[in-house]
């Protein structure tokens, strides 16, 4: 069964600019979580996805914002880019959202913002 | 609000010996416990979990975790250390409370094990 996947690997953009990444979560699967990976902060939860649905939000500003497809493919849009944005940035899938499911995690986007 | 705490950002250990990465947490209730490895430029692998009975839990990679709840504590060991475990390791928690924050995945700050050949 193939893994999460997340496109692109890499993304360089410039202030003021937007952003919207994509992850592809494994099959059968139907939540999709993101985070934020940096030295500084460490991995800082977004928000998660089930059936289309936001189910829960990190505290991240409104800029940082994602949806979710029928086929539980999941993308988030950062608008506004600053500095402080470069990160790399996780999708996760589980099956549901059972509190014991263990999240499985994509290779990352890492994102620079120059 | 929930937290892990994992006190050491470094452990070296030297191949062959055993090792241990320290993890505690804070939750309402009961928790739900992970633990999770990074390599460089990837994202993280799942290595075992804790969600009730046994508190010796085998994973992965012939990784272990030990569930000890008068101390809050999670310990991920393993017997004998080898150089291909060096990686960033990551605990994490999930309180049983469904509800709100409660539910988000609550991951440790990591901690970075060396084995030494």
């Known amino acids: 069964k193939a893994g999460v996947t997340q496109t692109p690997r890499y993304l360089i953009k410039t202030r003021g600019q937007q952003v919207t990444l994509s992850c592809s979560p494994i099959?059968?699967?139907?939540?999709v979580s993101w985070y934020q990976q940096t030295p500084g902060q460490g991995l800082q939860f977004l928000f998660e996805?089930?059936?289309?649905?936001?189910?829960n939000k990190g505290n991240f500003p409104g800029r940082f914002s994602g949806r979710q497809f029928s086929n539980s493919r999941s993308e988030m849009n950062v608008s506004t880019l600053e500095l402080g944005d470069s990160a790399l940035y996780l999708c996760?899938?589980?099956?549901?959202?059972?509190?014991?499911?263990?999240?499985?995690f994509g290779p990352g986007t890492r994102l620079t913002v120059l | 609000a929930q937290s892990v705490a994992q006190p050491e950002d470094q452990v070296n250990v030297a191949e062959g010996n055993p090792l241990t990465v320290k993890c505690t947490y804070s939750?309402?209730?009961?928790?739900?416990l992970f633990w999770y490895v990074q390599y460089p430029n990837r994202g993280l692998q799942f290595l075992l979990k804790?969600?009730?009975?046994?508190?010796l839990v085998k994973g992965s990679y012939g990784f272990e975790a030990e569930f000890n709840k008068s101390q809050t504590s999670f310990h991920l060991k393993k017997p004998s250390a080898l150089v291909s475990d060096s990686a960033l390791y990551f605990c994490?928690?999930?309180?049983?409370?469904?509800?709100?924050?409660?539910?988000?995945?609550?991951f440790g700050s990591g901690t970075q094990l060396t084995v030494l050949p």
């Open positions: 996805y089930f059936s289309e649905t936001q189910r």
């Open positions: 099959s059968g699967h139907r939540s």
């Open positions: 804790y969600i009730t009975g046994d508190n």
């Open positions: 994490a928690v999930r309180g049983l409370i469904s509800s709100g924050s409660a539910r988000q995945l609550t």
């Open positions: 996760a899938s589980s099956l549901d959202r059972g509190g014991g499911r263990p999240q499985f």
């Open positions: 939750v309402s209730g009961n928790p739900y």
